[in-house]
Nanobody, 117 residues
Framework: QVQLVESGGGLVQAGGSLRLSCAAS????????MGWYRQAPGKQRELVAI???????NYGDSVKGRFTISRDNAKDTVVLQMNSLKPEDTAVYYC???????????WGQGTQVTVSS
């Protein structure tokens, strides 16, 4: 069992910055990839950023150059630094953890990010 707890969401002005954190607990040694996805009303859930246990990263096209994903420590916390925020970044952001055994995915409850113009 893996539990994911998100923090750091809130309201920020366009052009500002926000930092999201996701803390994992439970069977954390089985996790191979952690990351963030987001979903706005009327839109599909989309990739924001992921990072593997080996340190490889991947970003959604809409956030490349503005967002950075990193591990705040070696095992149980992932941080998403969001800079140059735009109103179109407004969404619920979900932390995600993947592993090679079932269940393959775990999700956090989501945290609201709102960017005002």
């Amino acid at each position: 069992q893996v539990q994911l707890v998100e923090s750091g969401g809130g309201l920020v002005q366009a052009g500002g910055s926000l930092r999201l954190s996701c803390a994992a607990s439970g069977s954390i040694f089985s996790i191979t990839t952690m990351g963030w996805y987001r979903q706005a009303p009327g839109k599909q859930r989309e990739l924001v950023a992921i990072i593997t246990s080996g340190g490889s990263t991947n970003y959604g096209d809409s956030v490349k150059g503005r967002f950075t994903i990193s591990r705040d420590n070696a095992k149980d916390t992932v941080v998403l630094q969001m800079n140059s925020l735009k109103p179109e970044d407004t969404a619920v952001y979900y932390c995600n953890a993947q592993r090679p055994i079932t269940p393959y995915d775990y999700w956090g409850q989501g945290t609201q990010v709102t960017v005002s113009s």
